[in-house]
């Protein structure tokens, strides 16, 4: 742990910390997490470092890494930011050119992000390709790495004559080390990226540090061969003088978007060569005195802060550039293929709220669920789908399997399956019945509990099938079929003791369905009722709430339900809960203080609805049996369901209480959907019990607009 946070795996390290994938229990999410160890969180490290986490504070861009949260630990301070996976555009850049209107875009994302960071009253001083990453998701670049960041307001920690950056990026300015840097020494940084996406290479190359550092500052590049305006955009950012490149980022991002637009760009190439005063001799002193500041990234030397007159005045007058929604989505449609969908999905992530957006949001998902675009036969019948990480945990008759797609799945573990969560750190947790025969008795156990390196460990919670798990501010709670709830600290279920349950919830007179923590607002959540898809009556099929902040909990509300309370899913930003509920084909929607909000209606499923029983709402949501319900990232809400051999999907915006796309006639049972942390959409299908189960892939991360 550091801080609150569960550690699941390092990342990288450098010269200003290590950076960590983190678990955040409370948020129910993945994080980075950059540490600078207490050995070294002194002096002007930990200046530097605080400076980092405050100028990303500052920032709030979709193109820039968000920070959210600055804390101190035992092991020393760190900054928690988005986990941003994805390829980094250095990796792109040198595996081959990259198209024109690609490389443009992406620069003008990266100039875009520069912009902000300006407006800020910042200057990032190491833009180049390294320090950008395409999400994996959407392909957005999101500009990284803040250590060098300098506010126009803050103490200066380098001084003139000292190399500050990376030297096959840096400015002429920054290698000579004579001048004050100013937003153009970014926009330069822009520049090198664009180079580089047009060139497959860094624009210069040497052996030796200080034969790299003298073609920065005088020699010309071997130009890309290019467009006119893409080539005049491209030697305009990094022109030798930083007077004869774009004064501000915001100006380059109107020249990138003239260029795609196809208007003519104000950018005329600057003279091909600028002397400096700096000579060789001078250069070499330079570069012996910068040397290891470059290699190692160690903290500058501090100096005098400068008077104002000394700063960049150009760093308080930027302004964001101004954006043209409507331009930015006819440039998106007139694109094609995975271009297009790329920048869709940027769309509907910098305009959720346009009048446009929902009809886009229905459009990509109707064609994502048109067909699957991968799948997997599994070796048995399934129960149900969750993630360990990058790879899904597939639950299959008496075997869990743990799969990434484009591989072979493999076994991890034997047993009666019935139910199963992710833990932070790589764990799992499993309801798998066993028996054993210990001195002569039979002891039987229900859980297993799986750790990142593959051990298990099995543990009784009670002599009863486990139905349902939840885990949420250090407790692990079970659901069993005889309506028992316990409560176990994870931190024993980890250790190598016999967990003691902290909590025990009044019993059900039904099995417990389904369990749903929300740790921020200390809620627990669970429902009863027969997990048959009959209509029959239990004795108990209720919603009911706990406060956790008490103990023992106390029960804040409960609810009768019409039929057999099925799975609940809690909204990834609001205080609603979705429940369905089976027999009456419902999907509920509750707010925290028991309210039911609405009940969904699928209009194409009125027609094939099965039976209604007293004080069902009237509303269905689908023609056959609710199995599967799920958020994505975004709110908007996935559910599947069928019968024997007829199967299908639905997407849901619970806020408008309106169906977006459907998919039907699917052979078959879906009997889960799941969505990964990575916002991917996997299904499991249950052909027929003498079949294998079906594991398949949806593309809808552009309808859902992450």
Not at 66 to 92: A, C, K, N, S, W
Not at 341 to 355: S, T
């Amino acid at each position: 742990m550091i801080g609150p946070y569960q550690v699941v795996r390092q990342l990288g390290q450098g010269g200003m910390g290590t950076v960590y994938e983190v678990h955040d229990a409370q948020a129910k999410r993945n994080l980075a997490l950059k540490l600078l160890p207490r050995a070294r969180a002194q002096g002007k490290a930990a200046t530097r470092f605080m400076r980092e986490a405050q100028a990303l504070a500052q920032v709030k861009h979709p193109n820039v890494v968000t920070i959210h949260d600055v804390g101190e630990d035992p092991l020393g301070l760190y900054f928690v930011m988005d986990l941003v996976r994805g390829q980094e555009v250095v990796e792109l850049a040198l595996s081959g050119v990259v198209p024109e209107r690609d490389a443009a875009e992406l620069a003008l994302g990266v100039a875009e992000a520069v912009a902000a960071i300006h407006a800020a009253g910042l200057l990032h001083r190491d833009v180049k390709p390294d320090n950008v990453v395409l999400r994996a998701d959407r392909g957005t670049p999101i500009l990284l790495d803040f250590g060098l960041a300098l506010s126009a307001d803050s103490d200066r920690l380098t001084k003139t004559g000292q190399l500050v950056g990376t030297p096959y990026a840096m400015s002429p300015e920054q290698a000579s080390g004579t001048r004050e840097l100013t937003p153009a020494t970014d926009v330069y940084g822009v520049g090198v990226i664009l180079y580089m996406l047009l060139a497959g290479k860094p624009p210069f190359e040497a052996d030796q540090l200080i034969g790299l550092l003298a073609k920065v500052c005088q020699e010309d590049p071997v130009w890309p061969k290019a467009s006119p305006g893409l080539s005049a955009i491209m030697r305009c950012a990094m022109a030798k003088d930083p007077a004869l490149r774009y004064p501000t980022a915001a100006e380059l991002c109107r020249d990138l978007e003239r260029y795609l637009a196809g208007e003519r760009v104000s950018a005329a190439p600057p003279p091909s060569r600028l002397p400096l005063t700096l000579g060789l001799v001078g250069l070499a002193v330079l570069v012996l005195g910068g040397l290891f500041a470059v290699l190692t990234q160690s903290p500058p030397q501090p100096t005098p802060t400068p008077s104002a007159t000394q700063r960049p005045s150009a760093t308080r007058t930027i302004r964001p550039p101004r954006r043209n929604p409507l331009r930015e989505l006819s440039r998106a449609r007139a694109a094609e293929g995975e271009e297009g969908r790329r920048l869709i999905a940027r769309w509907l992530e910098n305009y959720p709220e346009r009048p446009e957006a929902d009809a886009l949001r229905r459009a990509y998902l109707t064609r994502g669920l048109k067909e699957p675009i991968g799948s997997w036969r599994s070796p048995a019948p399934l129960a149900y789908i969750n993630s360990r990480g990058e790879r899904l945990v597939i639950g299959a008759a008496r075997t869990l399997w743990e799969w990434i797609p484009g591989s072979s799945p493999e076994p991890i573990l034997k047993g009666d399956l019935s139910a199963g969560i992710s833990a932070p750190e790589g764990w799992l947790v499993i309801g798998a019945r066993r028996t054993s025969l210990v001195k002569g008795k039979t002891r039987v156990v229900n859980l297993a509990v799986l750790n990142a390196s593959g051990g298990v460990r099995w543990m009784g919670s009670r002599d009863s099938r486990v139905t349902s798990l939840a885990l949420g501010g250090g407790t692990l709670w079970v659901g069993h079929g005889d309506g028992s709830i316990l409560g176990f600290p994870w931190s024993e279920v980890q250790g190598s003791a016999k967990p003691t349950p902290s909590a025990i919830l009044p019993e059900f007179e039904s099995p417990v369905s389904s369990l749903a923590i929300d740790p921020e607002r200390k809620l627990l959540f669970a429902t009863s009722g027969e997990m048959v898809f009959e209509n029959r009556d239990a004795p108990d099929r209720r919603l009911v709430a706990w406060s956790l902040e008490t103990t023992p909990p106390t029960k804040r509300f409960e609810v009768s339900l019409p039929g057999s309370g099925g799975k609940i899913q809690l909204h990834p930003t609001r205080d609603l809960l979705v429940l369905s509920v089976l027999w009456v084909q419902e999907l509920r929607v509750y707010d925290y203080s028991g309210n039911m909000v609405r009940s969904l209606d699928g209009i194409q499923a009125r027609t094939g609805t099965t039976s209604i029983l007293a004080g069902a709402s009237g509303s269905t949501a689908h023609s056959q049996q609710i199995r599967g319900v799920c958020f994505l990232p975004n709110g908007l809400l996935l559910s599947s369901a069928g019968k024997v051999d007829r199967g299908e999907i639905r997407a849901w915006d619970v806020i408008k209480g309106e169906e977006i796309a459907t998919k039907t006639e699917l052979e078959g049972v879906v009997f889960d959907i799941h969505v990964t942390p990575r916002g991917e959409v996997f299904t499991a299908r249950f052909l027929r019990a003498d079949q294998p189960g079906l594991i398949e892939q949806w593309d809808l991360v552009a309808g859902a607009g992450r």
